[in-house]
């Protein structure tokens, strides 16, 4: 089984940064999907961004430009950048790891808040 962990969220004013961490268990990064998404108060779940086992990646257009997923495979950790933070942003974060043999893996997700 495939552990995820979130990491990096918190409380932060408009136009400031956040990094959230994604660590998983395994090794598993290079041969899987890993997709960010994010669920705000009264909102339905959303993908924010998406990067290949090739590292081909993918950003929903409400945050590209601003948001930029990455990895890093010998940490076995994806990131998302966070920067320009606006208070639509708020949202539960979540990791998921899709395996290209198959399976697919849900962090616990951590909070995004960005409030004056």
């Known amino acids: 089984q495939v552990q995820l962990a979130e990491s990096g969220g918190g409380l932060v004013q408009p136009g400031g940064s956040l990094r959230l961490f994604c660590a998983a268990s395994g090794s598993v990064l290079s041969r899987s999907v890993v997709r960010w998404f994010r669920q705000g108060p009264g909102k339905q779940r959303e993908l924010v961004a998406t990067i290949t086992s090739g590292g081909s990646t993918n950003h929903a257009g409400s945050v590209r430009g601003r948001f930029t997923i990455s990895r890093d495979n010998a940490k076995n950790t994806v990131y998302l950048q966070m920067n320009s933070l606006k208070p639509e942003d708020t949202a539960v974060y979540y990791c998921?790891?899709?395996?290209?043999?198959?399976?697919?893996?849900w962090g616990q997700g951590t909070q995004v808040t960005v409030s004056s």
């Open positions: 998921n790891v899709e395996r290209l043999r198959g399976g697919s893996y």
